[in-house]
């Protein structure tokens, strides 16, 4: 156990819809990464949130946007599904921005139809 | 060419060997990790190193700094040990990952 949770653990979705996913972090991680998995390959960098603030970003598009809440839990929105946003989204906490140890939650896996 | 290289990408093997899997990068890093991730999506954190070796239980991790190369060993393996794992480096902003090794120990 992480500490780290995030729901819905599963979500079907048709193309052009738009989705939220949620992840609450450990108490006292000031930030969340949260990371795309396609099926056999490794998880991609989508953004980082630290302090509520947007603190990098990966390869994404706009339509990827996220939040970060007081209460150390955050979300990610996609827009405009695709079908090739199919994936495992996993988030993961860490106490600072400095590269230490990220917890991650059990992920939320997604798929659009 | 990615800017982390796992390999082995599949690795099977008996009950008790001794496993390496190794990790190459082509960047910068301020610590790598290792990862264990299970059917059913979960990533554990099981080693961030930035010099030298670490260890945990049955887990030895090493990791070269000049060489920019990292080896995750495993002794006396168990089928519990069955997973992807996978290496991972980054900065203060993010972590680059591996494509991971997938890992099967049979009884």
């Known amino acids: 156990e992480t500490g780290v949770t995030q729901s819905p653990t599963h979500l079907i979705k048709t193309r052009g819809q738009q989705v939220t996913l949620r992840c609450s972090s450990q108490?006292?991680?000031?930030?969340v990464s949260w990371y795309q998995q396609a099926l056999g390959q490794g998880p991609q960098f989508i953004f980082q949130?630290?302090?509520?603030?947007?603190?990098g970003r990966g390869n994404f598009p706009p339509r990827f946007s996220g939040l970060q809440f007081p209460n150390y839990s955050s979300e990610l929105n996609v827009n405009a599904l695709e079908l090739d946003d199919s994936a495992l989204y996993l988030c993961?906490?860490?106490?600072?921005?400095?590269?230490?140890?990220?917890?991650f939650g059990p992920g939320t896996r997604l798929l659009v139809l | 060419k990615n800017e982390v290289e796992q390999s082995p990408q599949n690795l099977t093997a008996q009950e008790g060997e001794f496993i390496t899997i190794n990790c190459s990068y082509s960047v910068g890093i301020s610590a790598l990790h290792w990862l264990q991730q299970h059917p059913g999506g979960g990533i554990v954190s099981l080693f961030m190193?930035?010099?030298g070796k670490k260890k945990h239980g049955r887990l030895i991790a090493t990791i070269n700094i000049q060489e920019k190369h990292s080896s995750l060993h495993i002794t006396a393996s168990h089928p519990r040990d069955s997973a992807v794992y996978i290496c991972?480096?980054?900065?203060?902003?993010?972590?680059?990952f591996g494509q991971g090794t997938r890992l099967t120990i049979n009884p």
């Open positions: 190193l930035s010099s």
């Open positions: 949130y630290y302090r509520e603030e947007e603190n």
């Open positions: 108490s006292g991680h000031n930030t």
């Open positions: 993961a906490s860490s106490l600072s921005i400095r590269g230490e140890t990220q917890y």
């Open positions: 991972a480096v980054g900065g203060a902003q993010k972590l680059v």
